[in-house]
C-alpha cells in the first residue's frame, strides 16, 4: 500500500512559479519510479514527467520542457515539480502516482490555477 498526498497548488499569474510537493507513505518510497499527470476540465489526464527511483533519469512532456522540474528526496520520500512560466494552458489539476507491481496509486491531486 502506498499512500500519496500532494501539496503546493494555488493561484499564479501567467509566467509565475509554483513548486508541488507529493509525500509518500506505507511503504519503501526509494524503490519507486514517480511521476506527476494533470488533468484540465474536459481534457485527459496525460503524464507531466517522470522520475526514476534514485532520480538519475527523468523525463518530461514537450509541453513542458525546459520549464518544469522533476525531483526527489527519497530521505523525506517526496517527490517536486518545480514549475516555471507558467502558462494559462497548464492549469489543472496536478496529481502524483506510483505503480506498485499490477496496482496504480494515485494521490487526490492540487489545483493549479494560472490566470491575471
Known amino acids: 500500500q502506498v499512500q500519496l498526498v500532494e501539496s503546493g497548488g494555488g493561484l499564479v499569474q501567467p509566467g509565475g512559479s509554483l513548486r508541488l510537493s507529493c509525500a509518500a507513505s506505507?511503504?519503501?518510497?526509494?524503490?519507486?519510479?514517480m511521476g506527476w499527470y494533470r488533468q484540465a476540465p474536459g481534457k485527459q489526464r496525460e503524464l507531466v514527467a517522470i522520475i526514476s527511483s534514485t532520480g538519475g533519469n527523468t523525463n518530461y512532456a514537450d509541453s513542458v520542457k525546459g520549464r518544469f522540474t522533476i525531483s526527489r528526496d527519497n530521505t523525506k520520500n517526496t517527490v517536486y515539480l518545480q514549475m516555471n512560466s507558467l502558462k494559462p494552458r497548464d492549469a489543472a489539476v496536478y496529481y502524483c502516482?506510483?505503480?506498485?507491481?499490477?496496482?496504480?496509486?494515485w494521490g487526490k491531486g492540487t489545483l493549479v490555477a494560472v490566470s491575471s
Open positions: 506505507g511503504s519503501i518510497f526509494s524503490i519507486y519510479a
Open positions: 502516482s506510483t505503480r506498485l507491481g499490477p496496482v496504480d496509486y
